[in-house]
């Protein structure tokens, strides 16, 4: 073919030992203030808005990949997952089951519970970071303390977080009579001696665009509550408060979920507890820094384009994304897209261990579409475990692995892959993943397309003038894009997913760092609006598969930088292997936990 006409091979016909990586350069220009102002003006103006979009797709290599490229395969408009052989070492949960009776049971997998050293001294032997929801439990049940009293430790560190100057809200909404409502009821069951699960009385966030009744979901917006009031809870946010979660209130984010950062002028931008000058990460930036900040064991967050992960490495948390459709996503404001999922955010693995056996569960719909395997947790106390671990192979695409901001990123996170070889015996193993660009591209076509098709009717009835700038300027290029844009891209994902479940024939679990940079500043000027697309490419690095694709992912903090940052190793696993990949994830927790530090914000609510 002759011109500017470029052919891709048919992907079967691939030579993926023969493809070479492509690091991203990518041209976009940081902006704030009246240069942002301008140019959004310049983007939403129907004259000038075309030219300067196409100006932009071209110059990052967009319409070359999208428009003038023969992509032969068919397109894959959802993730469509290969059968699956069943995990080992697992437990089953039954996903028709009461979430209830979920969560006991995965309780039993967990290792046994030792509060020695816990609650009576500091025991240099017994190291620990945050508390865990064993640790309330067993305070709850013997009566060192009450859900009433720690929910007066969180009250206080709400209200302090909030009064800091310049403010930095974590939640949006909270209501302190509601919490102690919450907590009372709580507080009853144990002197009574019925308290409903391992969850009971345990404090979770709920990220804004999920909902909590009687909470509105304002998505981060100023409006959104007006047009979509809340009647009831979202169907996972039922199975917990069936567990007998506290819920504390509506955790801030970036607005609509449209960026990476965590900046939202709406609100004020939450800042990172291990340094209050740096981004959280988002678009779940709240529950990331209730979470590392010690004010709640959980949160809820959604996570379509790293959302989960991205915040909990770089606030020094896990965070599990899990596959997609796994969980329903039934009172979700994003519950229509092909890439977002609804998953936990958690001090410790164990505690999303539990978390995730309470929350798990497909719409009907999804089990005929997606055909999952069976909700399974792993068996951690099984005399199998370390056979199992001795047996994964961990895939490391090493070209792609170190390319990072800096490369004390990387090296701690290969430090970790070898504790794990050492100790356990696992295999590490070179994979090649080919165009990963193309990937970037089209999950950005996919999911700014799906996002602007769920948001256009309020954009262009006017109350695109009540969302941030930086909210307006990636909608104009988000609407952009047109239907063959679209499905060119989701030609790509049939691509993308032949060469993800070729290297998964090889190995169990792909290794990267969950971003190619620690927590980013905040510069002053950025508070009243801030676009820096090159900044979220840098934070988007590694995390695009398990979206795009579906794939499972968690991450785990195993270091941190010279500036006492942490950094996160992401671990994505086979399509419904959450079980495996927390048993890894476990293990790697376990290993570098001398290697973390608690932030330097941080509220003890159950010692205080």
Known sequence: MGGKVKAMAPVEEVDIAAARYEPLVLRAPRLTGFPLRAFVWLLESP???PIVTSVLKKHNNMTQMLQHTVIPDRPMFFPEFPPQEPEQGVVTLGEDRDPVERVEEALQCLTPYDPSGRFTSSDEKNPFLYWKIRDFAHAYRSGITTPSAVAEHVIAGVEEWNNKKPPMPMLIYFDAHDLRKQADASTKRFEQGSPISVLDGIFFAIKDDIDCFPYPSKSGTTFFDKIRPVEKDAVLVARLRKCGVIFIGKANMHELG??????????GTVRNPHSINRYTGASSSGPAALVSSGLCSAAIGTDAGGSVRIPSSLCGIIGLKTTFGRTNMTGVLCDCGTAE???????SVEDSVLVYSALAGCRPMDKLT???LPLCVPNLVSSENNDILQSVKVGKYTEWFHDVSDIEISNTCEDALSLLRNTFGCQIEEIILPELLEMRTAHLV??????????????????????????RGSLALFGSF???DYVASQRLRRRMMYYHMEAFRKVDVIATPTTGITAPRIPPSALKGESDYIVSAKLMQFIVAGNFLGFPAITVPVGHDKQGLPIGLQLIGRPWGEASLLRVASAVEELCLKRRNRPSTFYDILKA
């Open 482 to 484: 047109t239907s063959a």
């Open 370 to 372: 997606l055909r999952p």
């Open 258 to 267: 449209i960026g990476v950062t965590g900046n939202n002028p709406n609100y």
């Open 446 to 471: 996919t999911i700014g397309s799906e996002g602007f098709c769920q948001l256009n009717a309020h954009y262009q009835e006017g109350r695109r003038t009540e969302m941030t700038l930086d909210t």
């Open 47 to 49: 004259l000038l808005g």
């Open 341 to 347: 999922v609804a998953s936990p955010l958690t001090a």
